[in-house]
C-alpha cells in the first residue's frame, strides 16, 4: 500500500454533535444527610417505576434460604467446637463462619434457581421472549454505535475481533444502522502507532467493497477517569446521533445475529435502559485459560440464570457485551467522583454497577439476556494476569460500598453493590477463619481439661468435639460448594449436549480437571485478594497495566518472586502447627498442598502445550472449539495473519505505515507563533537527535500532528535527518518516496480527519 491509496478512504472521526452530560454529586454519608438536606442539599431527581416489587416472592424467598442456612450451620458449628462457642476465639470463630456460610449458600441457591430456569425451558420474564416473534426490520432511525474502548491493549486481538465483528454484521444485511468507534486512551507511543496503523489498514481493507465503512477511531488525549471517561466523552462528542450504543471489551467478538438482536429486544422493550449479554469464555489454548474457559462454558449458565431469575429487571451491567439507550444514560448516568481523601475516594472504578444502578434509579430497566447466542469474550491466559485483573475490580468493588445507601437506589442494586465487596472481603475473613482455626486446634491439644468445674460436683463434664458432627458440617459445606456445579452437569447430560464437550466421559474428566484445580488455587487466590483487600482499605498504589490479550507465558523466575511467599507461608504454618506439638488438622490439607504447588501451578499454566495436548484428546473442550462459530474464526485467521510489528518510529519512515497514521492524525489549521515555534523546535530535534531522544509525550505529539509528522518523513527521505530513522539492522523494507498526489492530498488537508482538539 502507498499513501494515495488512502486518498478517499473514510475519516478518523465522524462529525462532532456536542451534547450535555454533567454528573450530580453524589448524596455523602448516610448520617450526614439529614444535616445536608437542612442545609439545601436536595437528592438527584428519581423516579420510582409503578412495577418494582423489591421485596417480591422469589427474593424474599432467596433471603429466608440464606439467612436459614447460614443460622442451622453455624448452630451445628457450635456444637462441633469443644466449648460450645464459649470463649472468646470461638465465639469470633462463629461470627466468621456464619458470613462465611450465608456467602456460599447464597451461592448454592442461586445455582439451585438456576436450574429451575434451566430445566423449565420456556421462561416467562425472559427479556428475550419478544424474539421469538417474526423478524423485524431496524428502523432507520434506530442507530447504534459500537463502542470499544481500549487502553494499551494488544493490537492484533482488537482489530482482528473488531473486523470479524463488522463482516458478521455485514453478513446480516444490517451493517448500515452501525457505526463503529474504537476510542484509545493508550498512553504507549509504539503502541498508538500500531493502533492507528491497524485502523488505517482495516479500512483500506473494507473500503474495496465499495461500500461506506464506518469505523472510525479517536485516540483521547486527556484520558480522565479511565473507561468511564472514555464512555462519557463519547456520549458527550456523538452520542446525541445514536439511539443505542453498544460497548465492546477489547477482547470482545459478537455475531451480527447478536447485534441486531439486542436492538430489536431494545426497540420492543422500550421501558429497558441496558440489556447485558452473557459472553462465552473462548479463544485461548493456555492450560490455565482452557480450565477458565471449561468451567465458565459449563457452569456460567446456571449461575447467569439464577441471577437473572431473583433480579429480573434489575440485573448486573457489567460494562462490555451490552447494549445501552443512550438519551437516559447521558442523563443520568455521569458519575461525579466520590468526596474525601481516602483511598477509596475519588474517579470510580467499578462504574458498570454504578452506571447500572443509576439507570434502574431513573426507572430504566436493566435486564440480562442470559439465553442470547452470539457474544464472546477472553478470560486471562495466566493466573497472574487473572490477579492483576481482580486487583482493579476489587478496588472498585470496596469503593462502591461508600454508594450502598445513596438514596433512590433500588434494593437489588444495593444488594449488588453487597455481593460484589463480599466477593473481595470473603477472602481475608476465610484467612482470618482458617488462622483462628488452626490456633485454637493448636491450643486444645495441650490444655488439660477440666472435668469438674463446680463443687460437689456428681460426674464430669467431657470436653470434646463430636466427630459425626464435623463431618456432617464438613458435607452441608460440600454440597452448597459443589452441588450447583453438579447440577450443570446433570443439566448438560439431560439436554443431550454432552457431545458439544467431547462426550459424556470427558465432560465429567474435564470437570475433574476442573475442581483440582480450582482447590488448589483456591488458597493463593485467597492470599491475594486479601493483600489487595489491605491495599484497598491502606491506600498502597493501584497498578492499571491491562492484562495481556495473548497467551503470555509466566517465567519461572516471576512465579518465584509472585508465590514464593505463598509456599514460605505454607512451610511456616505447618511448622508452627508441629512445634505446638499437634498434628496436622486434615481440613487444611488442601489449602497447604495449595500454596506449596502456587509456583508450578502459575507457571505451568501458562504455558500452551499442555492445554493444546488436552485439546488434541477431547478433554476441556468447550462447544465454540468443537464447531467454531464463524465470526470466531474469522477473528482468529485475522489474529494469526496479523503482519509484522509497528513501531513508532514505522509511523515516520515506512510509507505503508506513514500513510495509515496519516489517515488516523488530526490536521488543524497552520501553526502559528509560539505553537509554530514548539512543532519545529520539536521536528528539529528529532531530526537532529533521532526516535531515541524523544520522551513519549514528544512521540505522542508527532503522532497527533499531522504537520509534523509529514514533514519529518519529508526529511528521512532526503536522508537529511540522523541515521536512526532510516538505518536499522533488519528493517523491514526500504523507505520510498512519497507520491506527489498523496503529498499534495496531505496539503489540501483531504482524508486526514479535521477534528475537535
Known sequence: MNEEHLIDAPRAHPPIHRSLMRPAPWAGHPLLRPLRRMLGYRPPDHRHPSDARPLMLRRVLLLVLVA??????????????????????????????????????????????????????????????????????????????????????????????????????????????????VLSDTSQPDLRAAEQAAWGALVQALHRSGEPVRIHYRWRQHRSRRKAGNVADFCRRWGRDYRYMVVLDADSVMTGDCLTNLVHLMESHPDAGIIQTAPRACGHETLHARIQQFGSRVYGPLFTAGMHFWQLGESHYWGHNAILRVAPFIAHCALAPLPGQTSLSGDVMSHDFVEAALMRRAGWKVWIAYDLEGSYEQVPPNLLAEVQRDRRWCHGNLQNSRLMFEPGLHPVHRTVFLTGVLAYLSAPLWLAFLLISTLLFA????????????????????????????????????????????????????????????????????????FVHSLLLAPVRMLFHSQFVLAALTGWKLDWKSPPRDDAVTGWGEALRRHGVHSLLALAWIGAILASGA??????????????????????????????????????????????????????????????????????????????????????????????????????????????????VQRHRLLGDAHALRDLRQRVLLRQTHPAWWQQAGERREATPAMPRAVDAWRQGVQVAVVDP
Open 68 to 181: 436459614l442456612g447460614a443460622i442451622v450451620g453455624t448452630a451445628t458449628m457450635i456444637d462441633v467446637l469443644p466449648r460450645h462457642g464459649e470463649s472468646w476465639p470461638e465465639q469470633g470463630l462463629l461470627l466468621l463462619f456464619g458470613m462465611l456460610f450465608a456467602w456460599i449458600s447464597a451461592g448454592f441457591w442461586t445455582g439451585v434457581m438456576g436450574t429451575w430456569v434451566l430445566l423449565r425451558g420456556q421462561d416467562r420474564n425472559a427479556v428475550t421472549n419478544r424474539l421469538r416473534g417474526p423478524a423485524v426490520t431496524i428502523p432507520t432511525d434506530a442507530r447504534t454505535a459500537i463502542i470499544m474502548p481500549i487502553c494499551n491493549e494488544n493490537v492484533p486481538t482488537v482489530f482482528a475481533g473488531l473486523r470479524a465483528t463488522y463482516e458478521s454484521l455485514a453478513r446480516a444485511g444490517a451493517h448500515d444502522r452501525f457505526d463503529f468507534f
Open 443 to 514: 491450643s486444645q491439644a495441650h490444655e488439660v481439661p477440666k472435668y469438674f468445674v463446680e463443687p460437689y460436683q456428681l460426674f464430669p463434664i467431657w470436653p470434646t468435639a463430636n466427630l459425626q458432627l464435623m463431618l456432617t458440617l464438613f458435607g452441608m459445606t460440600t454440597v452448597l460448594l459443589l452441588a450447583p456445579k453438579a447440577l450443570s452437569l446433570l443439566i448438560i447430560m439431560l439436554r443431550g449436549q454432552a457431545r458439544q464437550f467431547g462426550g459424556a466421559l470427558r465432560l465429567w474428566l474435564g470437570a475433574a480437571i476442573e
Open 583 to 696: 498434628a496436622l488438622p486434615w481440613w487444611l490439607s488442601p489449602v497447604i498442598l495449595g500454596l506449596l504447588a502456587a509456583i508450578p501451578l502459575s507457571a505451568g499454566g501458562s504455558y500452551s502445550a499442555p492445554g493444546r495436548w488436552l485439546r488434541r484428546r477431547g478433554i476441556l473442550l468447550i462447544p465454540e472449539e468443537l464447531h467454531e462459530p464463524h465470526v470466531l474464526r474469522e477473528a482468529r485467521r485475522y489474529a494469526e495473519g496479523w503482519g509484522d510489528e509497528v513501531k513508532f518510529r514505522d509511523a515516520v519512515r515506512d510509507a505503508d505505515v506513514h500513510a495509515r497514521v496519516m489517515a488516523a492524525t488530526a490536521l488543524h489549521g497552520v501553526a502559528a507563533g509560539e505553537k509554530a515555534r514548539a512543532r519545529a523546535a520539536l521536528v528539529a530535534q528529532a531530526t537532529a537527535e533521532g526516535p531515541q531522544s524523544l520522551a513519549a
